[in-house]
């Protein structure tokens, strides 16, 4: 019998990159159950669907006083998210559980029965959306408590960049792995320029507070050489932002935005584009440290890069000299920026994204995944 693994994360699953990537590895060592939001994810043995109106952590006036009062053992398992999930997981019994950030981690181990538990906590959780005040007051202590009650029980931890799990070794004690939000190498060539044209992209979250605005203007300040797509995922706030992104656009007929596509669809996608962009400001730590998924996308879609000053970002590409990092993350920077772009400074970084594409891909983190995943399903038979 194959073992039984079981994958919880409070996101909508199927359109999150880095948690399907961890679910073709668990596939591959087991039956996999995932407890999370949306539909289920190709592959799995069974999907316990949460309702998107559910929360994962608590909101009424009892819940949130909780909070306040620091009453953080009273807390736990209390979401109504985290109640629906306990009735479907009754009686069920695991070889493996997979816990998808920090606030997963009450559950995993009161469904986990001595079975192993894996922590990926993603990023860093203590300071996950300090920009937002009701959460730098209420739910980042709450965290913080969660990490260190759990994180030294867990059988593995694991992050997405070396600054990061540096923060969880020195400040909770426990050794943490890095598994990158990288992507499988994929089989492309950079696709030509178009004469007169370069064509800038950019894809991920339509989520507040991730500066998309600055790219809308930016590309109104620049000639009529440059275009900009959008692929975006409406966050959970039922379009609201995006809608106010177009809005914002619906005089240049040079901006368009375009559905999302699936994860494994996106390389393909991009590398119809030149240049790949995004401009973050560190309103928080895991914003100053980012190293998130579009990087990897940008580069196994064969383009040319532009990000902000971003610690780790900013490293992999001065190493690999595929673009270019902004002086600030400014608009007046980005467009400084954009305005130093040429047809043959492009297709040189483009070229230069092929050659790293294979080093830049996900081989060596999926080593680290398999590893762990061996590991543990070994520890428990």
């Known amino acids: 019998m194959r073992p039984q693994i079981l994958c919880i994360s409070f996101s909508d699953i199927d359109s999150d990159s880095r948690v399907l990537r961890q679910l073709r590895l668990l596939r591959e060592a087991g039956d996999v159950t995932t ?5 289920a994810p190709a592959g ?3 999907h316990l669907n949460i309702d998107s109106a559910r929360p994962s952590l608590p909101q009424t006036v009892p819940g949130v006083a909780k909070l306040a009062l620091r009453l953080h053992k009273a807390v736990e398992l209390r979401s109504p998210a985290e109640q629906d999930a306990l009735k479907l997981l009754s009686g069920r019994k695991f070889d493996l559980v997979v816990a998808n950030e920090a606030r997963a981690l009450p559950l995993a181990h009161a469904v986990a029965a001595g079975a192993p538990v894996w922590g990926d906590m993603h990023e860093w959780a203590p300071e996950e959306r300090t920009q937002v005040l009701s959460w730098r007051l209420l739910v980042a202590p709450y965290m913080t408590h969660v990490c260190r009650q759990y994180l030294p029980t867990v059988s ?3 992050t997405v960049n070396h600054s990061i799990a540096d923060l969880y070794r020195n400040r909770f004690g ?3 792995e890095v598994v990158r939000n990288s992507l499988p190498f994929t089989q ?3 696709s030509p320029m178009e004469p007169g044209t370069i064509r800038l992209v950019h894809s991920g979250g339509a ?9 809308i203007s930016a590309v109104a300040q620049l000639d009529d050489r440059f275009t900009l797509d959008f692929y975006l995922v409406e966050a959970r706030d039922g379009g609201k932002y995006l809608r106010a992104l177009k809005g914002l656009a619906d005089d240049d007929s040079r901006i368009r935005f375009h559905p999302p596509v699936k994860p494994e669809e996106l390389a393909r996608t991009l590398n119809a584009y030149d240049v790949g962009v995004y401009q973050l400001p560190p309103a928080t730590t895991n914003q100053r440290l980012a190293l998130p998924n579009k990087f990897f996308d940008f580069v196994q879609a064969r383009l040319a890069l532009v990000f902000g000053p971003s610690i780790e970002i900013s490293q992999l590409v001065r190493q690999h000299d595929l673009g270019w990092v902004t002086d600030d993350f400014d608009t007046e920077s980005l467009v400084k920026t954009l305005r130093e772009l040429t047809p043959e400074n492009v297709q040189r970084y483009k070229h230069n994204s092929h050659a790293a594409a294979a080093v830049l891909s996900s081989t060596e983190d999926e080593k680290t995944s398999r590893a ?5 399903l070994r520890a428990s038979s």
């Open 35 to 39: 407890v999370g939001y949306g539909s």
């Open 44 to 46: 799995v043995r069974e």
């Open 156 to 158: 593995a931890v694991t």
């Open 174 to 176: 426990v050794p943490v």
């Open 188 to 190: 492309l060539e950079p």
């Open 207 to 215: 989520v507040p507070g991730r500066n998309l605005e600055s790219l």
């Open 372 to 376: 762990i995943i061996d590991r543990l």
